[in-house]
């Protein structure tokens, strides 16, 4: 577990799959800028039971609060095969725990995590462009805006354009605790 000041991100937990994946196939949950793309439950049941939603080039954590109740979820990937960075993606399930600082905290935990564990190098986080919200987590943990990467995601039935930010380790390093 990696232990935050209000909130700890962990790995999913066999008694709670089912309540992940509602969470996760929620559509109320899921914003504007949010794909509404549904996973399969027998698909996720199966990904759980093969690797629990760790791999080589993914990880899966659930974002929690101190009495253990899932808020979001976060996760890093690889971005293409020639390089180290990771990407990370972050949802937070219910209005009741967004503008709560919540995913700031999770990307914070998250990108130390790895800066501290994996030799990488970048870390990028994409989002669509005017997701404001997404933008200032970004900005707040210290990643740089690099630009737009054009139609880039489909959500909702259109191509969206991505803004892209990173953070470099000697970035980390010059801000970590």
Same mark, same amino acid.
């Given at each position: 577990?990696?232990?935050?000041h209000?909130?700890n991100?962990?790995h999913v937990?066999a ?9 996760a196939?929620n ?17 996720l049941k ?18 929690v ?5 899932i ?6 990937f ?6 180290? +960075?990771? #990407?990370?993606?972050? @949802?937070?399930? &219910? ?11 999770? =990307? *914070?935990?998250?990108t ?9 190098n ?10 404001? +919200?997404? #933008?200032k987590v970004? @900005?707040?943990? &210290? ?11 489909? =959500? *909702?039935?259109?191509?969206l354009?991505t ?15």
């Open positions: 577990m990696i232990k935050g209000k909130i991100l962990r937990q008694d709670e799959l089912n309540a992940y994946i509602q969470l196939n559509l109320e949950f899921k914003g504007e800028f949010t794909r509404t793309l549904l996973r399969s439950p027998t698909a199966r990904d759980f039971e093969l690797n629990g939603f760790v791999t080589d080039v993914s990880e899966l954590f659930v974002i609060n101190e009495n253990n109740e808020l979001g979820t976060i996760g890093h690889a971005t293409v095969q020639y390089s180290s +960075a990771r #990407e990370l993606g972050f @949802t937070i399930f &219910g209005e009741g725990a967004t503008r709560q600082g919540v995913a700031t905290e999770a =990307v *914070r935990l998250i130390q995590y790895l800066f501290h564990n994996f030799p990488i970048r870390m990028q986080i994409c989002m669509p462009v005017g997701h404001i +919200a997404c #933008e970004a @900005t707040n943990c &210290g990643y740089t805006r690099e630009g737009i990467i054009r139609g880039s995601i489909f =959500v *909702r039935g259109k191509f354009d803004t892209m930010y990173s953070m470099l380790r000697s970035e980390f390093e010059a801000i970590a605790p």
